[in-house]
Every structure is written in C-alpha cells, then in structure tokens.
C-alpha cells in the first residue's frame, strides 16, 4: 500500500532516531493492518518514523521527545512466552543519484505486496519510511530515507514463540 503523507516528516537525520519497546500506540498518519502467525499486526507510519504492534510487541523507531538516539544496532528481549530480536544498519550513498536509485529500487520491489506500507513525504519523492512483513514467520523489514543526508536506515525484526 502506498501512502502519500500530507504532512512534513519530523525525524531528518538517521542518528535523531530512537528505539522503544511497549510504547502504546500512537497516532498514526497511516495503518496497515494484517495478521501473521496467527497474531494480530499493524503496521503504522507515523510523522515521526514507524510503529508496529505485533502481538506481545509495540516496537517505535523515532524521533521521540526525551528519546536521544541513535538507534542501537541489536536488541534481543526476553518477553512471556516470546523472544525479540532488533537490528538496525544505515547506509549513506555517495551522491544523489546512487540514493534516488536505491529509494528507486526499495519502492519498486514494495510496490504490488499487499502486506507492505511505503509513505512518501512532501517535499522530496525520497523521502520514503516503508515497512514489509517478512515473508515467513513473524517478522518486518523498515526502511527509512533521508535525501538531504542520502542515508538509508534499515531495520529488521523478529518475534519467536517459546513454545
């Protein structure tokens, strides 16, 4: 699903981004809702970069007063009856044109799934937050582009049951 967003972005730098577990939801600008493994899942865009409530898990990546990033790299949590798992990269591109192609790219392989949420943002076509459920188990992929630092920050999660 693509959403075009009619509001300017607030995160614009990869390392102003946070990393919270058990937040409660927050507003959204849009939701994508679904179901994995029997788990009811949202994904969410928000102003400020994403949400996703899965089951046991409200995972928040951004920009968050009284919430200084950067993002950590790992997270493994110990929940009832689940394990966590976080990681998060950032890739910075060379020039405008090697970060218009990746962004390019991201949206194009994103475009036709109906369990992925791409917002683009005004005032430039790359400034992109997607997310995407992974294809088995419960899991998502995020990617969050920022063209005036031409960095791409990527995250991927995944929920485990124990039992």
Do not use: K
């Not at 036709?112 to 076509?125: I, K, Q």
């Amino acid at each position: 699903m693509l959403a075009t967003l009619r509001t300017a972005y607030v995160d614009s730098r990869a390392d102003a981004l946070s990393f919270a577990l058990g937040l409660p939801a927050l507003d959204a600008l849009a939701v994508l809702p679904a179901e994995r493994a029997g788990l009811a899942v949202e994904l969410r865009l928000l102003g400020a970069s994403h949400q996703v409530l899965a089951g046991p898990v409200s995972e928040t990546v951004a920009c968050l007063p009284g919430r200084p990033g950067p993002l950590p790299g790992r997270v493994n949590e110990a929940l009832p009856g689940w394990s966590y798992e976080f990681g998060a990269t950032t890739v910075t591109h060379e020039d405008d044109a090697a970060f218009g192609t990746a962004v390019d790219d991201l949206c194009a392989r994103l475009a036709d799934r109906d369990d992925a949420l791409t917002g683009t943002f005004p005032g430039s076509p790359y400034a992109v937050t997607a997310l995407a459920l992974a294809a088995n188990g419960l899991g998502w992929r995020t990617w969050h582009a920022y063209p005036q630092t031409r960095e791409i920050v990527m995250t991927r999660s995944r929920l485990v049951s124990e039992s």
